[in-house]
Every structure is written in structure tokens, then in C-alpha cells.
């Protein structure tokens, strides 16, 4: 590296460091309401037969509805369309969600009539007034779009709260004829009052005042609704009459309440996951790497720093699922430094000086680095475009965490080596720097025969038996579908003293609901599960559970409607689908088609035993399981990328040689970086499994079991059918403009001792 180059990448890395350094301690982190506890309600518009629920019905019904929540007083709401025909709620604090979806779920076609006269008692119960006395009411004379605003405030004259109401348009003039032919009638008479309807129910029938006179009515369009009406009685009837008119009816579809203990923990186990997992991978670098994995520690320090800025500094929402992202993104940025140290002791077995190697390492893995990045970017990027809810936190967490690692490994990480690679004490004493020795792993592979793929066949057979036993699941026990597939909803309390699940049973059949589905969900929640249940049912099971426990409360309601159900069913079928096309795409442009499609069964075999090992245990398969398996195709296939960027290179510089060879001396010479990152991440993970509470346990099983088959498959299932297929239709090597190894003074390739090792055949001939 040149002095120029190295000064501008040192005061970059450093404004870097600094800037998220003020972010860090500046801002604080968005959560989502799975980490602050809260309510999310999805709602979505239907067509009636005057307006169609298009991008504009709605945005004009999310107004109506952002009048409504501030109503409610909930500190910072958020309304957002999604699509062109739902709107999505988020009211954090709100863990009692009946009430607001109640507001949120009227029709509420807000008109005002004149009063006939009083009605027959029992003949019609819904336009009674505040006494429940039948009123008998003429046509509508003003609708709600014609309401400007209305707010509840103190009487002026004297005790209780007062509506002030606020016309627009044609409103001053409707209102001035209603009030002046009501006025006309005698005080105290039914015919003077003003009824207001909403959804068919009269919600306030105000008397005309007795100095307004007949035919003149009120003008000055606004006026003032008394009626002795208690703070919360005036706050609730102005959102109705300010947000009273929706141009088309909603319908909500889905329903998520999490508690504040459920957060809370949460956020303690992951943190704890994250600081115990990391510490012992950076001590396992340490060990293995010395000096240089010291240098991978403080830079994935920084990388940590930086990817905490950034989520904070683009106001992205932190969800459960992306706390799991945040940690899974540091195994990933562990990797990249592995891959570039594994290579740099490459570079010195070949050339003993550590500044050339260290710089050749680092050059030599970029395209190998590159390739493991666009792949998971692909992942994270299906995963914010198909998935929903908080699984889209999940896809934003992983997208700044690949890009972040990026920058962690080739320009931080770099810029310490040099520096410390520079220091005299240490090139007198190169074994220290932990790249001047090829490391223990590497040497027992230097003798091993690059053949042991000649019988592919043999090799994809032993594969496909597993794989049948694995997929047997799915026929044998069936695969427990969360509600957000399925349709439903799903309630977890916790109770004040802990209950067996025949306890729970009991105490719900008792309360009229046989039919539940209860269960434990871990950390000594039970769990109800039923196709339909209303909010009521929710607060008549709370009782009946909190009964049986000593008091209960709710962890996490989730709603689903069943078109939902299965849109986001058919939506993770096609994410999954999309995402191995995508794979195969991108493998194909950068390998070969034969590559890539031994890549793409790989990943498809792994996809198939993470699920097929879920059917077995009997565990749910729910949104935060979809984003496991996409993450399982977006991480797993990094270990078949690294191996075929070598394979491609082996193959340009040995094109006599032997495909299955080519292949096998590839996956040979990548295995220490594949053993150290495997240990390093599955460190990660494992703390995330013992200790990450019921939700990242499943998550963090899934991503165990998809990284050791991952391994495992690129070498028995990727490897055997791009042989296969390359026998069959393959073509001549790839050509590569510039030599990855270094080369001689005379221009001959100097082979390095592990490249010496792998040119003999069993026999011990040379190749």
C-alpha cells in the first residue's frame, strides 16, 4: 500500500469511528414493539359499490384515522399505507389493543340529522339518545366530510368538558338550516335536538340553545356541544365527530400486542447472547490468528460501533428478529477477517515477508469476500421485499450489517494490520503475528489426496438418503404452521405462579372455550391458539388463566385473518422460490452454470433439513422461521462461494488436471478457513439458542443446523453435481487475466507448499 492511499483510507476509517461514536451516544435506537412492548393493527380498505379502495381512498382514510389515534392519546403513533389498500398501526404503550381497534375498525359514516319526534320504545334500539329514549330521525342533513375539527375542552360556563366543532365547505350553510328549523321548536321539545350518527348509532342528540331562533339557526360555522361530559366522555365523542367519516369501510386483518416484560427480556437475553457469543469468538480468533486475530477483534469492535450508528442514525427500527440479525452479522464480519488471514498464510508459505503477504491476503480475498456479500444482500433484500412485520427488521438489520462488515474487514482491519505489521518488535518475531505459520489444521491437509471425489454418484446417494429422512418429516408429523400462515390467533400469558398445561386446559374449558389449542411456548408462558376469537374472548381467557395462575398477563397477541393467512403463506413459497433462483442467477454469471446449479441443490438440500428437522422436534414454523431459512440460503451459501472462487482459480491454472481434483484440492485448501468461521459463528449461535429466550432459540436452531449442513452439503452435494454436470456438458476452463499466486523472478508460477501437496495422485506420482 502506498503512503498517499493508506493516509486517505486512515482518515476515512477514522471520521468514520468518530461520527458513529457521536450517533452512538447521541441518539437513541427506534425500537420496534416486540422490544417496547405495544400494538400493531393492519388494516385494510374494501371497495363499495360508489368508491373503489384505490392509493388515494386510503391515503384519504389514513388521515381520517391519524385524527382518531391522537384522540386516543398514545405517544408517538405511527401510521403508515402499505401497498395501495392497507394501512399499518403501530400504537406502542398500548397493550390492551380493544379500544383502539374498535376506533380503528368503524365503518363510522358520521352524518347529522334532524329529530322527527320520539319513537316507540323497543322498536328501535339504535337511535336512542343518552337516556335510551327512541328517537325517530329525518334524513341526513350534513356528513361528516364536512367537519373541519373537533376538540374537546373545559367548560367555560361552568362544570364538565365541551365538544367545539368547526365547519367547512358546505358545512356552515347544512348546519345554520338544520340548527334554524330545529329552533323552531319549543324548548325541552324532542323536534329541537340535533342527532349526530355514527354507524348507525346516535352518539350525541344536543339541544338546539333557546337564543337561537327559528328559521335564522347558527351561524358563524362552528358551534359548541355541552352536556356536563367528563373529560374522557368529550375527548372520545370529538375524535368521533372529527374522524368520523371514512370514504371507504376498513376491515383489520391483522393484530399484534406484545407486553413490556416480553421486550425487556428480549433485549437482555440478545445483549447477553451477543457480549458473552462475541467475546468467546474473539478470544477462539485470538488463540488461532495471534496478533492478527487481536487486529480482527478491535476491528469487529469498530464494525459493531458502525453498525449500531447506522441503524440509530437512519432511524431503522430495531425488531426481535433484528437483534438476531445484529449478532448474526458479526459471525459474518468474523468470516470475511478468517478468509483474508486463512489466504494471507497462503501469501507468506510462498514469500516469507509479512507486509507483501498481509497486502496479497487482503487483495486475493476480495473477490471471494465480494461474492459472499452479494449474496446475502440478495437474502436481505427478498427478505424486506416479500416478508412482513418484523421479519422487514430483519431484512434492514442484515443489509447494514453485510455492508458494514464490508467495510470492517477490507479497510479498518486492513489499516491495523499494516500498522501493527510495521512495528519492529514484530517483524523481528513474524510467528507472533499468527500468518507466518500455516497453522495445524492446514499442515494434516497438505498430504490429504484432492481425488476423494472421483465416484460423485456414490457420494450424492449417501446425500440423498439423508435427505429423504429429513423431508419424511414433513409426511410423518406434518410441519406446525404459525398463524401467520395459517389464519388465527395466538395468545401467550404469563401467569404470577407458574401452571402445567393441564391446569391451563382446564381453566379455559371451564371458561367456555374447549376447543383451544394450549401449549408451552417457553420461559413458562402458556399459549392459546384458536381459529377465531374477538377481543372479548382474549379478556374472558386472561381471567380464566390468571384464575388458575395467581394473575395473569398478556406476553404477545397475535391476530391474523385468514386471506392473510395465506398470502403471506404464498408469499414465503415465492420468497424462498425467488431466493434460490436469484442464487443461481447471480453463480451462474460469476462461475459457471455447472457451479451454480450444484450451489443452488446445495442450498436447496439445506433448506429442506432445517425444515425437515423442525417437523420432526414439532416446532412452529412462523415468521421469524421464514426469516431463519432465508437467512440459511443467504449465509450457508457463502462456504460454497469461497470454495468455488477457488475452484475457479485452480481450474484456469491446472486445466489438464481432473475436474473431481480441481474441486477436491479446492475444498482442501479453503477447509481451516470453513473449520475457524464455523467454530467462531456457531459460538455466536449457540449463546443465542441456550440463551435468547423461546423466539431466537428456534431462530438461532434453525441457523445452527442450516450452517453445519451448509458445510457439510458443499462438499457432498454442491461439489459431486457440478462434477456430475461438467462431465456431462462441460466446457474449458475458465481463463483469468492476472495470476492470483505469485509469481518467480523468471515469470513461473511459485507454487506454495499446500499447492505442492496437492499436484500428487495417490501413487505418489506428480500430476
Same mark, same amino acid.
Given at each position: 500500500m502506498q503512503q498517499r492511499p493508506v493516509l486517505w483510507r486512515s482518515l476515512i476509517a477514522l471520521a468514520v469511528l468518530v461520527l458513529s461514536s457521536v450517533i452512538a451516544l447521541t441518539t437513541a435506537p427506534t425500537l420496534g414493539l416486540d422490544l417496547r412492548g405495544g400494538t400493531q393493527i393492519v388494516l385494510e380498505t374494501r371497495d363499495t359499490e360508489e368508491v373503489a379502495a384505490d392509493a388515494e381512498a386510503t391515503d384519504r382514510v389514513l388521515e381520517v384515522l391519524r385524527g382518531r389515534i391522537d384522540g386516543l392519546g398514545v405517544a408517538e403513533p405511527s401510521l403508515a399505507r402499505s401497498g395501495e389498500n392497507?394501512?399499518? $398501526?403501530? @400504537?406502542? !404503550?398500548?397493550? =390492551?389493543?380493544?379500544?383502539?381497534?374498535?376506533t380503528l375498525g368503524r365503518t363510522a359514516q358520521l352524518t347529522m340529522h334532524p329529530v322527527l319526534g320520539v319513537g316507540v320504545p323497543g322498536e328501535d334500539q339504535a337511535n336512542t339518545d343518552e337516556e335510551g329514549q327512541p328517537l325517530q330521525l329525518g334524513p341526513p342533513a350534513l356528513a361528516g366530510e364536512l367537519i373541519?375539527?373537533? &376538540?374537546?375542552a373545559p367548560n367555560p360556563q361552568g362544570v364538565g368538558h365541551v365538544v367545539d366543532v368547526r365547519f367547512e365547505g358546505e358545512g356552515p350553510a347544512r348546519w345554520q338550516a338544520l340548527t334554524g328549523q330545529a329552533a323552531c321548536n319549543p324548548p325541552g321539545d324532542p323536534q329541537r335536538r340535533v342527532a349526530i350518527v355514527l354507524d348507525d348509532q346516535v352518539i350525541s342528540s344536543p339541544q338546539v340553545h333557546e337564543t337561537i331562533q327559528c328559521n335564522i339557526g347558527m351561524v358563524g360555522g362552528q358551534t359548541q356541544i355541552s352536556g356536563n361530559f367528563?373529560?374522557?366522555?368529550?375527548?372520545?365523542?370529538?375524535? @368521533?365527530?372529527?374522524? !368520523?367519516a371514512l370514504p371507504v369501510p376498513v376491515e383489520i386483518i391483522e393484530q399484534r400486542t406484545v407486553g413490556p416484560t416480553l421486550g425487556a427480556d428480549a433485549i437482555e437475553a440478545s445483549a447477553l447472547a451477543a457480549i458473552i457469543g462475541s467475546a468467546l469468538a474473539g478470544a477462539f480468533l485470538i488463540v488461532v490468528y495471534r496478533l492478527v486475530g487481536l487486529v480482527a477483534v478491535v476491528a469487529l469492535g469498530g464494525y459493531a460501533l458502525t453498525a449500531y450508528a447506522v441503524q440509530t442514525g437512519l432511524g431503522a427500527t430495531l425488531t426481535l428478529p433484528g437483534l438476531a440479525a445484529f449478532v448474526l452479522a458479526v459471525g459474518m464480519a468474523v468470516d470475511a477477517n478468517v478468509l483474508i488471514a486463512e489466504r494471507s498464510r497462503e501469501e507468506y508459505a510462498v514469500k516469507p515477508r509479512l507486509e507483501r503477504a498481509s497486502e496479497n491476503g487482503y487483495k486475493n480475498s476480495l473477490s471471494a469476500v465480494g461474492d459472499v456479500a452479494v449474496t446475502s444482500l440478495l437474502a436481505a433484500v427478498l427478505l424486506f421485499g416479500l416478508a412482513s412485520g418484523p421479519v422487514r427488521g430483519f431484512g434492514v438489520t442484515l443489509v447494514i450489517g453485510v455492508v458494514v462488515s464490508l467495510f470492517s474487514a477490507l479497510v479498518l482491519s486492513r489499516l491495523l494490520t499494516l500498522a501493527v505489521l510495521k512495528i519492529p518488535a514484530v517483524r523481528r518475531r513474524p510467528k507472533i503475528t499468527g500468518i507466518a505459520a500455516i497453522g495445524p489444521v492446514r499442515r494434516k491437509l497438505e498430504a490429504r489426496d484432492p481425488g476423494f471425489l472421483r465416484n460423485p454418484g456414490k457420494i450424492l446417494a449417501v446425500a440423498g438418503a439423508v435427505l429423504v429422512v429429513a423431508v419424511s418429516g414433513l409426511f410423518l408429523r406434518g410441519l406446525e404452521l404459525g398463524v401467520e400462515f395459517t389464519g388465527g390467533r395466538l395468545v401467550e400469558f404469563t401467569t404470577t405462579d407458574d401452571i402445567t398445561v393441564e391446569q391451563a386446559r382446564d381453566a379455559v374449558t371451564a371458561a367456555g372455550f374447549p376447543n383451544l389449542s394450549v401449549t408451552a411456548t417457553g420461559d413458562g408462558a402458556i399459549g392459546l391458539r384458536a381459529g377465531e376469537l374477538d377481543d372479548a374472548g382474549v379478556a374472558a381467557l386472561r381471567e380464566a388463566v390468571g384464575s388458575a395462575g395467581g394473575g395473569a398477563e398478556v406476553l404477545r397477541d397475535e391476530m391474523i385473518g385468514p386471506s392473510l393467512g395465506a398470502e403471506l403463506a404464498r408469499g414465503g413459497i415465492i420468497a424462498l422460490g425467488v431466493a434460490l433462483a436469484a442464487q443461481f442467477v447471480y453463480l451462474a454469471y460469476r462461475f459457471r452454470w455447472t457451479l451454480g446449479a450444484g450451489a443452488v441443490a446445495a442450498l436447496f438440500t439445506?433448506? &429442506?433439513?432445517? $425444515?425437515?428437522? %423442525?417437523?420432526?422436534?414439532?416446532?412452529?414454523? =412462523? /415468521? $421469524? %422461521?421464514?426469516?431463519?431459512? @432465508?437467512t440459511v440460503i443467504g449465509y450457508s451459501v457463502n462456504d460454497t462461494v469461497v470454495v468455488? =472462487?477457488? $475452484?475457479?482459480?485452480?481450474?484456469?491454472?491446472?486445466?489438464?488436471?481432473? %475436474?473431481?481434483?480441481?474441486? /477436491?484440492?479446492a475444498v482442501l485448501s479453503t477447509l481451516p478457513r470453513t473449520v475457524n468461521t464455523g467454530i467462531s459463528t456457531l459460538t455466536i449461535l449457540v449463546m443465542l439458542l441456550v440463551l435468547g429466550g423461546a423466539t431466537l432459540a428456534d431462530f438461532a436452531l434453525a441457523l445452527i443446523v442450516g450452517i453445519v449442513v451448509g458445510t457439510i452439503s458443499t462438499i457432498v452435494v454442491a461439489g459431486p453435481v457440478s462434477i456430475l454436470l461438467q462431465r456431462r456438458w462441460g466446457g474449458m476452463p475458465p481463463r483469468v487475466g492476472k495470476s492470483k499466486q505469485p509469481v518467480g523472478k523468471a515469470g513461473r508460477r511459485n507454487p506454495s507448499r499446500a499447492d505442492r501437496a496437492r499436484t500428487r495422485n495417490s501413487d505418489g506420482a506428480v500430476v
Open positions: 392497507r394501512i399499518i $398501526v403501530e @400504537l406502542p !404503550g398500548l397493550t =390492551d389493543p380493544a379500544e383502539a381497534a374498535e373541519g375539527s373537533a &376538540m374537546s367528563s373529560p374522557e366522555q368529550a375527548s372520545e365523542l370529538a375524535v @368521533l365527530i372529527e374522524g !368520523g439445506n433448506v &429442506m433439513v432445517v $425444515v425437515g428437522v %423442525f417437523a420432526w422436534t414439532g416446532r412452529t414454523a =412462523d /415468521g $421469524v %422461521f421464514l426469516a431463519a431459512l @432465508l468455488f =472462487d477457488r $475452484v475457479r482459480e485452480h481450474w484456469a491454472q491446472r486445466a489438464k488436471e481432473p %475436474f473431481h481434483r480441481v474441486v /477436491g484440492s
